[in-house]
């Protein structure tokens, strides 16, 4: 078997790898450039948190529409935007910092979502049969997840210079007219939507993972938001067929292998990253 | 006697409001024998064969994974209160036993799949050994019927030795998928409630008698069903491995797409192994359960042109209203929609 067949073959004989590919590239290109910006605002552990935070709003569209991508998606939009304000709002006006609101809430919404589960009796687990495998992707999860990026995109074209104003210094907009908290809440959006799609598509840890990991990988790569942006898209795809790849060839599952992929990245960046990586601090530390 | 008692009950109550203190003692004793099931499926068996002499409480309802069950403190309540608690056994209910522990249950704990001949969980197939102890008239009569059918789906899986069978953990619990093993069940629940209230003995007795003919009389019917569909498009494709028991008593063959767990995620490599089977052996259709994730199977359906057939009920009962309602109706509409998407 030659480099190519292993590689190529697998996408040219199932539908199933390509629809896999396509649906893991698009979640990169929307949700890792959301990662950097996490990572800038020191909210890397949201997209966590979020992840629970939604749950409630997924079993009311589950319990009362069934197994329908837009009931599910509408409630676990409608849960995870209350959070995020909720989190935001506390954080403003109260002396507590936004993680520790966050934990909170996320908390207080995790519990509510197993209470409703719950109430109704069925004990199945929930969160299995709503959130996907990125192995079974369909055309109706496959169009959610690319639009998803695509509006993710634009949106982040449109409101770039005052996000990455804002996440430099909140106070500057904050001073200079209210479109702060405009932006921030553009960017909390953008952020909830991601990950309720991807949720339903590709599985909790898909979408968290390829958010965080290559926006923390390319972090030690390049040092301004505008390169770092491209950069993590660029892993989150080669995680994504590096992944896939393993998946098919070694027997392992499809989504852990796509994410240790992405782990793998993370790791050699530690060591190996121009911007501030471990080689290159001893480099320098030695001739000090 | 059947017929008076509910009536005399009534009664009673009615009575009851009037001279409480009076009626009490003869109202608790008319007071129907409390009986616990553990799952949906087991819970008609049993109130078929309990009847109005009975009041029964099921733990995990209808649409409820009882592989990943997790009991609740009103769970414990109940079985504390109960008199009987009826099991399917198999190691099916792992969570059981820390349940009637904790809850303090001192009732009788009857067995459903008492007796049934344990099948062994296999990778692909089936492995069920013939010739073991029981439901020997029911297959017996298969195979003078159409011998040479029976004998092609089983052709593989001979070379197992019969002590496999007993060990616990890798025996299949899902036995009430054949209606020769649903007998079973029924008479062991029938033997149980005779044995905690022998008053009614008679009438759990005769009530089972009653639902063994129904369940042999669908059993006839499913053979025959089954039996007019060629032996080569007997396959199917379902994304969780409970139906091996149905499969060895229908000649059907069964294809795991997740393998035995409903949880374990699976590879791409496994994914695009059963496309090539289904792809090879022209598998005619492709089956979503009540429970697990359906998303997979119909992307093997996608890519194979395979019939993707209905819901099939496995391990739980559908809710009332919905076509698999009792163990009878599921099965019914089970080997219809099998049937129906076997058909050429």
């Known amino acids: 078997m030659t480099l190519v067949d292993w590689v190529v073959s697998p996408f040219l004989d199932y539908g199933f790898m390509r629809r896999a590919l396509a649906g893991a590239c698009a979640l990169s290109l929307g949700a890792a450039p959301l990662g950097v910006f996490l990572v800038l605002r020191r909210m890397s552990l949201m997209g966590d948190a979020m992840s629970h935070a939604i749950l409630p709003g997924v079993a009311v569209g589950f319990l009362m529409a069934g197994l329908s991508l837009g009931a599910m998606m509408l409630g676990g939009i409608a849960t995870g935007l209350a959070v995020a304000l909720l989190a935001g709002l506390v954080a403003r006006l109260t002396p507590l910092r936004e993680d520790a609101s966050f934990a909170a809430f996320y908390l207080i919404s995790l519990g509510l979502g197993v209470l409703l589960v719950s109430l109704r009796g069925s004990n199945m687990d929930l969160l299995h049969v709503l959130f996907g495998t990125v192995l079974g992707l369909d055309d109706a999860a496959l169009l959610l997840v690319t639009a998803t990026a695509s509006v993710t995109l634009l949106v982040l074209a449109a409101i770039y210079r005052l996000l990455v104003a804002e996440c430099l210094d909140p106070g500057f907009l904050r001073a200079s007219g209210g479109m702060g908290g405009v932006v921030h809440m553009g960017f909390l959006v953008l952020v909830v939507v991601n990950l309720v799609a991807g949720f339903q598509v590709l599985g909790t840890l898909m979408v968290v993972g390829i958010m965080m990991l290559p926006a923390a990988a390319a972090r030690f790569w390049v040092r301004s938001a505008a390169r770092q942006i491209p950069l993590s898209a660029a892993i989150g795809v080669a995680s994504s067929v590096a992944g896939l790849l393993v998946s098919y060839h070694f027997d392992v599952p499809a989504s852990p292998a796509i994410i240790l992929a992405a782990g793998a990245c993370y790791l050699f960046s530690i060591v190996g990253g121009p911007q501030g990586g471990l080689l290159r601090a001893t480099r320098r530390a030695r001739p000090a | ?344």
């Open chain 2, 1 to 344: 006697m059947r017929s008076i008692l509910p009536a005399r009950r009534r009664a009673l109550l009615a009575m009851a409001g009037v001279c409480l203190s009076a009626m009490l003692g003869t109202a608790q004793a008319a007071e129907p024998l409390k009986v616990v099931a553990s799952f949906s499926i087991l819970g008609d068996i049993v109130r078929e064969v309990g009847g109005a002499d009975i009041s029964l409480t099921t733990l995990v309802g209808p649409d409820g994974d009882a592989h990943g069950y997790e009991p609740t403190p009103g769970d414990a309540k109940k079985l504390a209160d109960a008199r009987v608690l009826v099991v399917n056994g198999l190691d099916f209910e792992t969570w059981l036993p820390k349940l009637t522990k904790g809850s303090g249950f001192a009732g009788q704990t009857v067995t459903a799949s008492k007796g049934v001949t344990p099948r062994k969980f296999a990778g692909h197939g089936d492995g069920h050994a013939h010739g073991a102890d029981h439901d020997h008239d029911h297959k017996d009569g298969h195979d003078q019927k159409n011998g040479d059918d029976h004998d092609h789906d089983h052709d593989d899986d001979h070379d197992h030795k019969p002590g496999h069978h007993h060990h616990h953990g890798d025996a299949d619990p899902h036995a009430w998928q054949s209606l020769a093993n649903g007998v079973i069940y029924a008479r062991n629940v029938a033997d149980g409630l005779a044995a905690a209230d022998p008053a009614h003995a008679q009438a759990y007795r005769q009530r089972a008698d009653a639902y063994v003919a129904k369940l042999q009389a669908l059993d006839a019917s499913v053979r025959k069903t089954f039996g007019a569909i060629g032996a080569d498009r007997r396959k199917v494709v379902t994304s969780h491995d409970a139906f091996g028991y149905f499969g060895d008593a229908y000649g059907v063959t069964f294809i795991p797409a997740m393998g035995v767990s409903t949880d374990a995620e699976p590879s791409a490599r496994e994914v695009a192994a059963i496309i090539e089977q289904v792809r090879r052996d022209k598998v005619p259709a492709v089956f979503v359960e009540n429970i697990s994730s359906p998303k997979l199977v119909q992307q093997i359906a996608r890519e194979t042109g395979a019939k993707v057939g209905g819901t099939l009920y496995s391990d739980a009962l559908s809710k009332p209203g919905q076509p698999g309602a009792t163990y009878l109706e599921m099965f019914e509409w089970n080997a219809r929609q099998l049937a129906a998407a076997l058909q050429p």
